[in-house]
């Protein structure tokens, strides 16, 4: 599995590309949403991508550009904001979500350098792109439902 994460503006319009590869199936999965951020995207590619196997207990390799999600599993980072429910920690709402599905699953995380000529990570750069600028984009309730109102100058 390849996924990607995109947003114009940080936070601004977001999305998503995934590629899945088994044998000869493969298959692009993308998204965009109206306001969100770049790790949201990028580890919301990893959750839905994980999230689409059909079966559970997969052994699933995954390639990704982003230190954020790649750095959290393969360092322990995300076991340990688990064990302090997530203190102080972003995307609380994605990380919960994520940890239900890697747990189903046997997952490896290899990083890769974005925008060096891996063709898959390429794919997922340019999925993730066109649904971040697409018209219909969704709403990322986890993100916006966080967010403070702007100040008034009254």
């Not at 790790?39 to 991508?49: C, D, F, H, P």
């Not at 340019?126 to 403070?148: H, S, T």
């Amino acid at each position: 599995m390849y996924t990607d994460g995109a947003a114009k503006g940080n936070p601004g319009n977001g999305g998503y590309g995934i590629v899945l590869k088994a044998g000869k199936h493969y298959r692009e999965i993308s998204e965009g949403f109206r306001m969100t951020t770049n790790n949201r995207m990028e580890l919301l590619a990893v959750i839905v991508g994980l999230e689409t196997l059909k079966k559970q207990a997969q052994t699933i390799a995954i390639y990704s550009d982003s230190k954020y999600v790649v750095d959290a599993v393969n360092k322990n980072w995300v076991f340990n904001w688990e064990k302090k429910a997530f203190k102080g920690k972003k995307n609380i709402d994605l990380w919960k979500r994520f940890l239900n599905i890697y747990r189903k699953h046997h997952v490896t995380f290899h990083w890769v350098k974005g925008h060096a000529g891996n063709m898959f990570n390429e794919k997922c750069d340019e999925l993730a792109v066109i649904a971040a600028e697409q018209n219909d984009l969704l709403i990322d309730e986890g993100y916006e439902k966080n967010q403070r109102p702007p100040k008034t100058l009254l």
